[in-house]
């Protein structure tokens, strides 16, 4: 109690105010926000998975496409195009963010042609990925059935 008075008094001599922290600039790497997003994820609680997913986002494109596959599982689907179309938009490099977007399209059954070209990209990124290339090949098969029904 002392101690608060003697700042308060101080303040009040010297006009000052109380000094305040800032951060400048956020001691967490992109990749360390993707895992604790992932970490937050699988616990449940989506709110801090979000944060740290956004945050990623701003230097990742990673972070949309895991932000996407979050509001995918939620249903989300609008949602979740929004974010892989960032994700792309931001790196056309990123496979699994094609695969993921033409995979939206495969569940709701609507832009099949469009979802068959962007698991085309995805598999032209990943050829000399085995074990992508047999999971967009998955992705492409199920689109060619759908398209045929």
């Given at each position: 109690?002392?101690?608060?008075?003697?700042i308060a008094?101080?303040?009040?001599?010297?006009?000052?105010?109380?000094?305040?922290?800032?951060?400048?600039?956020?001691?967490?790497?992109?990749?360390?926000h993707l895992?604790?997003?992932?970490?937050?994820?699988?616990?449940?609680?989506?709110?801090?998975?979000?944060?740290?997913?956004?945050?990623?986002?701003?230097?990742?494109?990673?972070?949309?496409?895991?932000?996407?596959?979050?509001?995918?599982?939620?249903?989300?689907?609008?949602?979740?195009?929004?974010?892989?179309?960032?994700?792309?938009?931001?790196?056309?490099?990123?496979?699994?963010?094609?695969?993921?977007?033409?995979?939206?399209?495969?569940?709701?059954?609507?832009?099949?042609?469009?979802?068959?070209?962007?698991?085309?990209?995805?598999?032209?990124l990943e050829?000399?990925?085995?074990?992508?290339?047999?999971?967009?090949?998955?992705?492409?098969?199920?689109?060619?059935?759908?398209?045929?029904?």
């Amino acid at each position: 109690m002392f101690l608060r008075l003697l700042i308060a008094s101080f303040l009040i001599i010297t006009g000052c105010s109380m000094p305040q922290i800032v951060v400048l600039n956020d001691p967490l790497t992109a990749e360390e926000h993707l895992q604790l997003g992932l970490s937050y994820e699988k616990k449940g609680l989506i709110d801090d998975a979000k944060k740290h997913y956004e945050e990623a986002s701003k230097s990742d494109a990673r972070g949309y496409l895991f932000l996407g596959n979050l509001y995918f599982n939620q249903k989300k689907y609008d949602m979740a195009e929004e974010c892989y179309k960032k994700a792309i938009h931001k790196n056309d490099k990123l496979s699994d963010a094609y695969n993921n977007l033409a995979w939206l399209y495969y569940i709701k059954g609507e832009r099949l042609e469009e979802a068959e070209e962007l698991v085309k990209k995805a598999l032209e990124l990943e050829k000399n990925n085995p074990d992508k290339v047999k999971i967009y090949l998955d992705t492409f098969e199920k689109i060619k059935i759908k398209k045929q029904e």
